[in-house]
């Protein structure tokens, strides 16, 4: 089991609430409330704003709007849900699928440096009558008894010789 895995199992039972930043290449941050998965970011994979603009959920002005008015109280989701643009269980499953992929690929950093910081959280949010934080935890259970991603063997190069 690498050092993510095992620090994000340690987490999760301990239920604690913060931010596991992933240190390396690509890195990223996978966020708790109350020991689950809440969200999680990677610049090696669209965030839940590029998803939603990329699909035509929502056009790019409507994620300006939300995103400007809500980021700096963790309320984006919140006021996707409150205007009309989305309902609960498609954002729900859009959270979840940006989740489940941006945890894919910070598994696959075997040791990389972790620091967990206590009490930050994501500038989504988290959003009522849905249970993102149930659905964050089967999708950590399942990458986390998964075993880890198998590396593509390097090319090797042939020098006429």
Known sequence: M?????????????????????GGTPGGVVYLVAGRITHAESPACPGIG?????????SAEQWRAAYAAGHGEGRVGRLLLRDGH???HELACRVVATITAATQVLLEADDAPLRFVPGERHWFGTFPHCDLGTLGS????????RPAPRRRPRARTHTAG
């Open 50 to 58: 590029a998803r939603l603009v990329g699909c035509g959920r929502l």
């Open 86 to 88: 989305l309902g609960h």
């Open 138 to 145: 089967e999708t950590a259970k399942r990458l986390l008894t």
């Open 2 to 22: 690498n050092s993510l895995r095992r620090r994000l199992t340690t987490l999760a039972e301990a239920g604690c609430t913060g931010a596991l930043h992933v």
